[in-house]
């Protein structure tokens, strides 16, 4: 029998895992994300009623066996266009987080490995996108390239990345001088190798946790962004804009407002006990000091 | 220290100058010709040129931007090109209400999240240091417009005890001023005093373990003592931080909430100038929301030494 089999090997990711378990929030976080998005991926193929669907003469009316969570000024269903719209919201966030990630992580890899000028460069490049506030940057972006998911995508986008450039910069300066990279470097290895496969997988604790804790404020930003007109374009649906027609209705209808924004709350909720969880899973020791 | 404040300053002018020169191209980058939306989409070509040459905006665009800077630090950003307005005194207007706003809502959450974030630190297993770290993970989630809407509805519409938009001059009515501005500033208070909660808990903690803490008890001081005298003056340092970059936040951050209330602070003014592609007003409005950002950071630097004077630069 091999040492292995006897001493049953725990694995790092193993490790992680199991300590990721323990906590309940974050479990509770992980099925809060989970039926959030079976509902908005599955949802609006079993609520029988058309998102589209102007009628009226059913305009306003509150939630009823019918209409489970009432209809809109223009009498289509709240629910099946919630669910649409987070579909729609949910998707352009995490495309964003996605293009934040990438970029982000190769501007901080880059400067963190090649230091000096390249480090100054893109560094002072970020700092100065980092120095305008996250949603008068994302406006201004958007009011560039017009309005639309797509565009929302960029703009959200381009927010997030100095975050991910200085957190994933951060984590490649302190493995970058350990033994294994020097040891890679003397026989050889080229630096794009070196980065891909020695520094950016050690590096990358710290840069999940962004990601997770980012999808909740890119959902965030996301709906404060069509709240304004700014993001997605009707007729299709999303969050902030429901919020934002359900305003002006609110006294007479307010479901109009309340489910989208409740829907929102839920998703945001998820993925930051699920980021609090995987920092906490992934470092024990940084548990309590980033936060709850 | 001196030389750390002139490094620091210097960097601070070198970020402005980014930021400003990002505020410029992106003013034009936007589509849409200010000439053809003065002038209506009747204007001849001779008209528009004419117009374009007044503006300057037939020059190069690195030209432009000398004259744009240089004519900013004498204090002139230009006039609206909508309304003819002074953009300085549209900002000097408006600035007022942004502050009142951003400071109401800072009072708001220090109130919630000092005591809250302590309480939750020192009894972390009971049942209330329990129910304010749930509390604080959902204010956190809280989209800040959906609760202004919230509020709007239970306290202005349901049961009529405030205004639900416009903003009173603390020079007309201290009373109303107050009345105005509260359900914004709880809006994006409430959010601010979650995210403080948590690293107030947090700091408060980290410090509950220290050595220090541990002689204070075992000199026999009392609790009250041990958490005011010995916890969170050692635990301020972190606190300020977060709070001064909430400031900066929530002096930023106030777009969407100036907008749900009708509030006429800065935010809702880079919003219309970006909507009706009013470019110095947006130059103007962003320009200094980004200063403002820039100042405080370097202020919550600086305080740190009279905070902490272990910490030397």
């Given at each position: 029998m091999s040492i292995s089999r006897r001493l049953k090997v725990r694995?790092?990711?193993?490790?992680?895992?199991?300590?990721?378990?323990?906590?309940?929030?974050?479990?509770?976080?992980?099925?809060?994300?989970?039926?959030?998005?079976?509902?908005?991926?599955?949802?609006?193929?079993?609520?029988?009623?058309?998102?589209?669907?102007?009628?009226?003469?059913?305009?306003?009316?509150?939630?009823?066996?019918?209409?489970?969570?009432?209809t809109d000024e223009m009498g289509r269903d709240v629910l099946v266009r919630a669910l649409l719209g987070a579909r729609v919201?949910?998707?352009?966030?995490?495309?964003?987080?996605?293009?934040?990630?990438?970029?982000?992580?190769?501007?901080?890899?880059?400067?963190?490995?090649?230091?000096?000028?390249?480090?100054?460069?893109?560094?002072?490049?970020?700092?100065?996108?980092?120095?305008?506030?996250?949603?008068?940057l994302a406006i201004g972006i958007i009011a560039i390239l017009t309005p639309g998911s797509q565009n929302t995508i960029l703009a959200i986008g381009i927010v997030?990345?100095?975050?991910?450039?200085?957190?994933?910069?951060?984590?490649?300066?302190?493995?970058?001088?350990?033994?294994?990279?020097?040891?890679?470097?003397?026989?050889?290895?080229?630096?794009?190798?070196?980065?891909?496969?020695?520094?950016?997988?050690?590096?990358?604790?710290?840069?999940?946790?962004?990601?997770?804790?980012?999808?909740?404020?890119?959902i965030l930003t996301e709906a404060s962004l069509s709240f304004l007109g700014l993001g997605t374009q009707p007729p299709m649906p999303s969050?902030?804009?429901?919020?934002?027609?359900?305003?002006?209705?609110?006294?007479?209808?307010?479901?109009?407002?309340?489910?989208?924004?409740l829907l929102i709350m839920v998703a945001v909720l998820g993925f930051n006990l699920v980021g609090d969880g995987i920092r906490d899973a992934l470092d024990p020791r940084l548990r309590n000091r980033a936060g709850v | 220290?001196?030389?750390?404040?002139?490094?620091?300053?210097?960097?601070?002018?070198?970020?402005?100058?980014?930021?400003?020169?990002?505020?410029?191209?992106?003013a034009h980058l936007i589509p849409g010709d200010p000439a053809r939306i003065l002038l209506g989409i009747h204007a001849d070509r001779q008209q528009i040129d004419e117009?374009?040459?007044?503006?300057?905006?037939?020059?190069?665009?690195?030209?432009?931007?000398?004259?744009?800077?240089?004519?900013?630090?004498?204090?002139?950003?230009g006039r609206s090109v909508l309304t003819g307005e002074q953009v300085t005194s549209a900002l000097a207007a408006r600035l007022p209400v942004t502050c009142s706003l951003a400071l109401g809502a800072l009072l708001i959450a220090l109130v919630i999240a000092l005591p809250a974030g302590i309480v939750a630190a020192i009894r972390p297993n009971s049942w209330y240091g329990a129910l304010i770290t749930v509390a604080s993970?959902?204010?956190?989630?809280?989209?800040?417009f959906w609760l202004g809407i919230m509020l709007i509805l239970a306290c202005s519409l349901t049961l009529g005890w405030l205004p639900s938009f416009g903003y009173v001059s603390i020079r007309e009515s201290v009373g109303e001023w107050v009345r105005h501005l509260i359900l914004p500033a709880m809006s994006i208070g409430w959010i601010s005093g979650s995210i403080v909660t948590r690293f107030v808990r947090s700091a408060v903690l980290e410090v509950l373990g220290e050595d220090y803490v541990c002689v204070a008890r075992a000199k026999g001081l009392r609790e009250r003592v041990v958490i005011l005298r010995h916890t969170v003056r050692n635990a301020l340092i972190t606190i300020v931080t977060v709070v001064g970059l909430q400031l900066a936040s929530l002096l930023s951050g106030v777009v969407v909430i100036e907008v749900v209330f009708a509030l006429p602070g800065l935010g809702r003014l880079a919003y219309d100038a970006v909507t009706r592609r009013d470019y110095p007003m947006l130059q103007g409005a962003v320009l200094t929301v980004a200063l403002a950002f820039a100042v405080i950071n370097l202020l919550v630097d600086l305080l740190y030494v009279y905070i902490d004077p272990r910490v030397k630069y």
């Open positions: 694995s790092y990711w193993g490790d992680v895992w199991r300590r990721f378990r323990k906590s309940r929030l974050a479990i509770l976080g992980a099925l809060l994300i989970t039926a959030v998005l079976i509902a908005a991926v599955v949802g609006p193929l079993l609520v029988r009623a058309d998102p589209y669907d102007v009628n009226i003469k059913d305009r306003l009316l509150g939630p009823s066996p019918k209409h489970l969570m009432g919201s949910f998707g352009v966030s995490f495309a964003s987080v996605v293009f934040s990630l990438a970029l982000g992580t190769f501007l901080g890899l880059l400067a963190g490995f090649y230091g000096r000028f390249v480090d100054e460069l893109i560094m002072r490049l970020m700092d100065v996108l980092f120095a305008f506030p996250a949603v008068l997030y990345t100095p975050i991910f450039a200085r957190i994933a910069r951060g984590s490649v300066i302190q493995v970058r001088g350990l033994d294994y990279v020097m040891a890679a470097r003397a026989v050889g290895s080229p630096s794009g190798r070196i980065m891909l496969r020695h520094i950016l997988p050690n590096a990358l604790a710290p840069i999940i946790v962004e990601t997770s804790l980012s999808l909740g404020f890119a969050l902030g804009r429901m919020l934002s027609e359900g305003r002006m209705f609110i006294q007479q209808a307010p479901w109009t407002a309340v489910f989208p924004g | 220290m001196q030389a750390y404040v002139v490094k620091r300053l210097a960097t601070m002018v070198l970020v402005v100058l980014g930021i400003s020169f990002a505020v410029f191209l992106v117009i374009r040459r007044q503006l300057g905006l037939d020059r190069p665009l690195l030209v432009q931007y000398g004259y744009w800077i240089s004519r900013a630090l004498h204090g002139d950003l993970q959902i204010g956190v989630a809280i989209p800040d």
